[in-house]
C-alpha cells in the first residue's frame, strides 16, 4: 500500500515558478514508476509527467514539454514537479500518482493517487 500526498500548490502570475511535492510512504516507492496528472474545471484528468523507479527515464505531456520537470529522490521518498514559466493554461488540480508496475501511463492504470493540490495561474 503506498499514499500519497501532494504540496506546493498555490497562487502565482503567468510566467511564474512553482515546485510540487509528492511525499509517499511505503517502503517500496523506489521499485514505483510516479507521475503527475492535472484536472482543470470541467475537463478531464490528463497526464501531465511520468518518471521511473529509477529516474532513468521521464516523459512529458506536449504541453509542459521545456516547461515542466519531474524529478524524484528515492531516499525521501519524494517526487518532483518543477514548473516554470506558468501559464493560465497550467491552472488545474495537480495529482500525484505512482504505478506498482510497468506499462502505458494513464488514468486508469494507476494503482494509487494523492488527493490533489490546486494551482491558479493569473494571467
Known amino acids: 500500500q503506498v499514499q500519497l500526498v501532494e504540496s506546493g500548490g498555490g497562487l502565482v502570475q503567468a510566467g511564474g515558478s512553482l515546485r510540487l511535492s509528492c511525499a509517499a510512504s511505503g517502503r517500496t516507492f523506489a521499485s514505483y514508476t510516479m507521475a503527475w496528472f492535472r484536472q482543470a474545471p470541467g475537463l478531464e484528468r490528463e497526464f501531465v509527467a511520468v518518471?521511473?523507479?529509477?529516474?532513468?527515464?521521464?516523459y512529458y505531456a506536449d504541453s509542459v514539454k521545456g516547461r515542466f520537470t519531474i524529478s524524484r529522490d528515492n531516499a525521501k521518498n519524494t517526487v518532483y514537479l518543477q514548473m516554470n514559466s506558468l501559464k493560465p493554461e497550467d491552472t488545474a488540480v495537480y495529482y500525484c500518482?505512482?504505478?506498482?508496475?510497468?506499462?502505458?501511463?494513464?488514468?486508469?492504470?494507476?494503482?494509487?493517487w494523492g488527493k490533489g493540490t490546486l494551482v491558479t495561474v493569473s494571467s
Open positions: 518518471i521511473t523507479w529509477s529516474a532513468g527515464s521521464t
Open positions: 500518482a505512482a504505478k506498482a508496475r510497468p506499462g502505458t501511463i494513464v488514468v486508469s492504470s494507476m494503482d494509487y
